[in-house]
């Protein structure tokens, strides 16, 4: 098993600079783009050749965490936007990082890796709000009720700032011990009950947002801290206590590796009716036959919504020296990387709601005789409209967003839309769709997974562009076979 993880210092700071698909951007304010939609699962489908689109398949995510000086690295960020789809940060919406000193809040560190996130089409894990570790430095003179009450306020000030916009929120990070009892802990100290009070507090600031406990060494089923968490889940569950998901954060490094029995813990978790995660992954020497096991004890289980690696090279790795991730040093995908990726293309399970079916086709009983007088306002020859909104903007760059919709009544099996961008701008990235050109007239054909629309249904696809947003693209219109 492992050690409780000790603090490490060895990430390299680098220049900070972001950098959005070769092009530099400056971004200074949270994004105003909701959460990006999740992937309709699709089985049948053409297996994925990256992490996310393998993932997708079963509605599942791929994450990574990074830290805020990996926004200045070209290699992180370039395997980061092909490959994953969610991302956490290292350190920078920690307690210390986000509220330094009493009431006075920072987001400039958590936004950076939020914005690039969210402009790369990924969603994003908030982590984390109240741990033993990582304290903002004046909860360090406190203790009882006034520590308390300084916890409930951070968790009230940070999640305020990030209302609406994250996937999860790891709300209580570690707080258990080896021997299943509570770690001893100055937050401990204010009462046994400041879990659930975190919680509550939690689900009053943010209702949006899935709350989860996350730890490590929580993997293995017969392992003491194991049952200590289960039990307590289940005793949150019994009372009403708000909690949706559990994070296990499978650090199998520091001579900890793959249970058998990781499945077993898997489902027993989402049997107490919560959402499951593989949060922190990394494995020793990136084992590929331990890789391969976490990921297929994940797809098996359909509550188990996703994996995140901690880091994506070794070199972004807190064990580094055990090359546990997925891409070595020279940003090459090692043997793990195709354990992992046949592994969620072999993913027997979809992730409850992720699969909801499209209705079933449905053709007029009586075909009109003649064609309708009124043509659909866009979308010749299929029934689909495309509008556009703009959903954030700055110096020399703007995000934009697409809606599709079927107005018809019979399902559409693909759609394309086409739209001509204004002189002077360019696309930077696309997401939920399949882009061909990148200036001036260019078209966008739906993904594997977002192709068949109900009748009445929408989809959305994105995109970063560089150039003013003061003329929004024009021209648009949706066909669809
Ligand atoms: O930023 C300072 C720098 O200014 C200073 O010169 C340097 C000196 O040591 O320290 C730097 O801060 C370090 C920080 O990482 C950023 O690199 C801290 O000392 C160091 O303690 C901190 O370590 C982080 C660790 O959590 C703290 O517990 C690791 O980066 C981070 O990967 C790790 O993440 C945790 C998860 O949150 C929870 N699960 C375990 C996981 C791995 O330990």
Known sequence: MNEAPAPQGRHTRGRVRLVAGGAITVVTAVASVVVATLAHADLSGPPGTTLKAAAERSGRYFGAAMGGDRLGDSGFLTIANREFDMMTAVNEMKPDATEPNRGQFTFGAGDAIYNWAVQHGMRVRGHTLAWHAQQPRFWGSLSGSALRQAMIDHINGVMAHYKGKLAYWDVVNEAFAENGSRRSSNLQSTGNDWIEVAFRAARAADPSVKLCYNDYNIENWSYAKTQGVYNMIRDFKSRGVPIDCVGLQTHFTGGSSLPSNFQTTLSSFAALDVDVALTEADVTNASPAQYQGLTQACTSVPRCVGITTWGIRDSDSWRGSENPLLFDRNSNAKPAYSAVVNALNAATTTVPGSSTPPSSPSTPSTPPSTPPSTPPVTGQP?????????????????QGEVTVTNNGSATLTGWTVNLTLASGQSLVN????????????????NAAYNGSLGAGASTTFGFVANGSSSTAPGDISCTSP
């Open 382 to 398: 299929g029934a689909c409209t495309a509008t556009y909104r703009t959903t954030g903007s700055w110096g020399g760059g703007f």
């Open 430 to 445: 696309l997401w939920n769709g399949i882009n061909s050109g990148g200036s001036g007239a260019i078209s966008v054909r």
